[in-house]
């Protein structure tokens, strides 16, 4: 290239000025719309989506917490109520058995006394029946007395101790 | 002696408004504007939610820095700004960078770091007068006394002028050292009778490496450092000029 | 002839009158950076934000350096002076 003039070491020249305040503002506008708009576009993208990561970590994390308490708090209603049931039972079955031991108690007493009863009975029975023998006894032995001859006094006698052993009997 | 002291050279000249003069100046800024723009459409393709590609990194890198860089010099609501950082450091580092390939630093131009420091002095008289209404604005030349008026005016002034001879100086500076190194290897050479001729094209000898390791601090650290805080002052000016009151 | 030749004499010698300058900001940066060095031995935690402020003031530091620098350049490669002569 072929230079028409040099121009001095220090000049002010309008039309350069004008120029490189142009050329300033055309390089401005590339870096702005072609480097940096884009840029940071993207770092900004992906600064939100950190974030809104982080914002979905915390909340699921809030959320799993709740769940286990809630399930904490289930399991201890769980057992409270297992607890309540088994203790309702025992008492169920505590009544229920006194119940059962009430009424055998009674069912047996009852036996005893029918058994005592029948007995009671029973011995009467016997007692009249005995009483009875002895009397067919005696007036047997009285007869086989008779048929001997004894005296007024023996026969006497005989008599009597006759009916004190019965009576003793 | 050839390009120390010269200012940019005429590439061409439109013929419209009387001829207006194209310098190389602007000719290095559209380059420099069309590589950018490649490389961002470069960095961008295909951008994904969870980046795959080593050139989404980068670029996210890039950013994150600018981005990173305003939020904790400004203040995090004043993220929109990085962008017009963004455009400052890369147009002063890659204006300052194009020496190393042989061109002319931009910002030794002198147009080029002034109308910079115009835009922030725009920048901040505007977010001046917005926070305290023109009345304010205008008022807070007179403060804390009338009499100061002269010197807040000029303080008001050399901001801008002060950035813009700062940046201007020191790449120029640097320009105008790597040349009077350049011209001194020369003639060094020429005394050691290591200075050739081949096919009309001269070679020196000493010229092969001692320039590329001063050119590391001039052009790269010195481009680099510049380039920052330029970015730094603008932000701080336009915060402060915000957050007055 | 000659008055060009004492013009430009002149602005040699005020070119590098002014880079004198350079002692300013060179005590000054030195000042700053080996008390930002005390400060990071102190704490090293705060490292990034010193060696931040530490730039900043060190490059507003630089700025009269700067200045002198420009004001030679110019001397020397724009000459104001030699315009004036005719």
Redesign the interface.
């Known amino acids: 290239m072929v230079y028409a003039k040099v121009t001095e070491f220090l000049t002010i020249d309008p039309a350069t000025i004008v120029l490189t305040l142009c050329n300033t503002l055309i390089l401005f506008l590339v870096l702005k719309h072609f480097l940096f708009d884009k840029v940071n576009k993207v770092i900004d993208d992906r600064q939100n989506e950190i974030a809104e990561s982080y914002k979905n970590a915390d909340e699921a994390q809030k959320k799993a917490e709740n769940l286990a308490a809630e399930y904490d708090e289930k399991i201890g209603r769980a057992k409270e109520e297992g607890a309540e049931i088994v203790r309702a039972a025992t008492v169920k079955a505590q009544s229920r058995s006194d119940e059962i031991i009430a009424e055998a108690r009674a069912e047996a007493k009852g036996i005893v006394d029918n058994a005592n009863d029948e007995i009671e009975r029973e011995k009467k029975i016997m007692v009249n029946q005995i009483k009875d023998e002895i009397a067919e006894l005696a007036v047997s032995a009285a007869s086989a007395v008779a048929e001997k001859e004894i005296s007024l006094e023996d026969n006497e006698r005989l008599i009597e101790n006759f009916i004190d052993r019965v009576g003793e009997q | 002696m050839d390009g120390?002291?010269?200012?940019?050279?005429?590439?061409?000249?439109l013929p419209i408004f009387g001829g207006?003069?194209?310098?190389e100046?602007?000719v290095i800024?559209?380059l420099?504007?069309a590589a950018?723009?490649l490389v961002?459409?470069f960095?961008?393709r295909g951008?994904?939610?969870?980046p795959t590609k080593k050139r989404?990194i980068v670029?996210?890198m890039?950013?994150?820095f600018?981005?990173n860089m305003v939020e904790t010099t400004m203040g995090k609501r004043w993220r929109h700004y990085?962008?017009?950082i963004?455009?400052l450091l890369?147009?002063a580092v890659l204006g300052a960078l194009v020496s190393l390939l042989g061109l002319r630093s931009m910002t030794a131009?002198?147009?080029?770091p002034?109308?910079?420091a115009?835009?922030t002095f725009i920048l901040i008289t505007f977010y001046k007068i917005k926070s305290g209404g023109p009345g304010g604005y205008l008022k807070g030349f007179a403060s804390p006394i009338p009499l100061m008026l002269p010197l807040n005016l000029l303080s008001e002034v050399a901001t801008p002028v002060?950035m813009a001879?700062?940046m201007?100086?020191?790449v120029?500076?640097g320009a105008?050292i790597t040349s009077l190194i350049y011209s001194a290897l020369a003639g060094l050479s020429k005394l050691a009778h290591l200075a050739f001729d081949v096919g009309g094209v001269g070679f020196n000898v000493f010229q092969l490496f001692i320039p590329a390791v001063l050119s590391v601090y001039f052009d790269l650290f010195s481009g680099c450092?510049?380039a920052?805080?330029f970015a730094?002052?603008t932000m701080?000016y336009v915060s402060g000029a915000a957050e007055e009151e | 002839m000659l008055e060009k030749a004492i013009v430009l004499g002149c602005s040699a010698v005020g070119a590098g009158l002014a880079m004198i300058a350079g002692i300013g900001p060179g005590i000054g940066e030195g000042y700053a950076v080996g008390k930002t060095i005390e400060s990071i031995a102190r704490q090293p935690e705060a490292k990034g934000d010193c060696t931040r402020t530490m730039f900043i003031g060190v490059a507003m530091a630089e700025s009269t350096g700067i200045y002198a620098f420009v004001v030679a350049l110019i001397l020397m490669f724009a000459n104001p002076f030699i315009g004036k002569l005719s």
């Open positions: 120390i002291g010269q200012g940019p050279k005429v590439a061409f000249t207006i003069e194209i310098t100046t602007i800024g559209w420099i504007i950018v723009l961002c459409l960095l961008t951008l994904a939610k969870v989404q670029a996210e890039f950013v994150g600018v981005n990085a962008p017009y963004a455009t890369v147009y131009d002198f147009n080029v002034l109308t910079w115009l835009m002060s001879f700062r201007f100086g020191n120029s500076g105008v450092i510049q920052y805080i730094t002052l701080v």
